[in-house]
T-cell receptor, first 109, second 116 residues
């Protein structure tokens, strides 16, 4: 059974204070690791897909990395508009996506 | 603009009533999904459909029913048998079935159901 654990559950940062969110996973045959952003009361929006260990992807202040056991979402010099819940999900062969519980990020001005 | 439309945004239900949540997509995606989201928990899969007139149960299908009569539409009915239906419901679609485990999902804006 695929499992995904995200930490921390909540993270408060000051504007400009860089940090990382963690997504630990166990899966038999990773086909893809996905990061989504979800604003309150809205549906998740796709950010990145990572397919193999060592892969990295960037978008504005966000950078996602992947190892064989975990993924990190690095946030560099965050702004208040980066405040959201960030969801991690893994996909394996023959299975639907398994989502983690999310990390709620709050960036104070 | 292509996307997924869910309605209603908010829905209130009395105990013992069935309610139906609408999900329509104009992305020409083959696969559609229904997820349930509870505070502080990950998304849990209720039902999914890979093709018209076919659908499969997800992890928490008890108390729910779906239909897929058209490619664009995948309504979810929350029946009176669902013991704790108060939650945020999300509809999603992808270009092909999630069986490959590597398909990007596009989500709707969600429907919040409250049982009075």
């Amino acid at each position: 059974e695929d499992q995904v654990t995200q930490s921390p559950e909540a993270l408060r940062l000051q504007e400009g204070e860089s940090s990382s969110l963690n997504c630990s996973y166990t899966v038999s045959g990773l086909r893809g690791l996905f990061w989504y952003r979800q604003d309150p009361g809205k549906g998740p929006e796709f950010l990145f897909t990572l397919y193999s260990a060592g892969e990295e992807k960037e978008k504005e202040r966000l950078k996602a990395t992947l190892t064989k056991k975990e993924s990190f979402l690095h946030i560099t010099a965050p702004k208040p508009e980066d405040s959201a819940t960030y969801l991690c999900a893994v996909g394996s062969a023959g299975n639907m996506l398994t989502f983690g519980g999310g990390t709620r990020l709050m960036v104070k001005p | 603009d292509g996307g997924i439309t869910q309605s209603p945004k908010y829905l209130f239900r009395k105990e013992g009533q069935n309610v139906t949540l609408s999900c329509e997509q104009n992305l020409n995606h083959d696969a559609m999904y229904w997820y349930r989201q509870d505070p502080g928990q990950g998304l849990r899969l209720i039902y999914y459909s890979q093709i018209v007139n076919d659908f499969q149960k997800g992890d928490i299908a008890e108390g729910y029913s779906v239909s897929r009569e058209k490619k664009e539409s995948f309504p979810l009915t929350v029946t009176s048998a669902q013991k704790n239906p108060t939650a945020f419901y999300l509809c999603a679609s992808s270009e092909s079935s999630g069986g490959s485990g590597a398909n990007v999902l596009t989500f709707g804006a969600g429907s919040r159901l409250t049982v009075l």
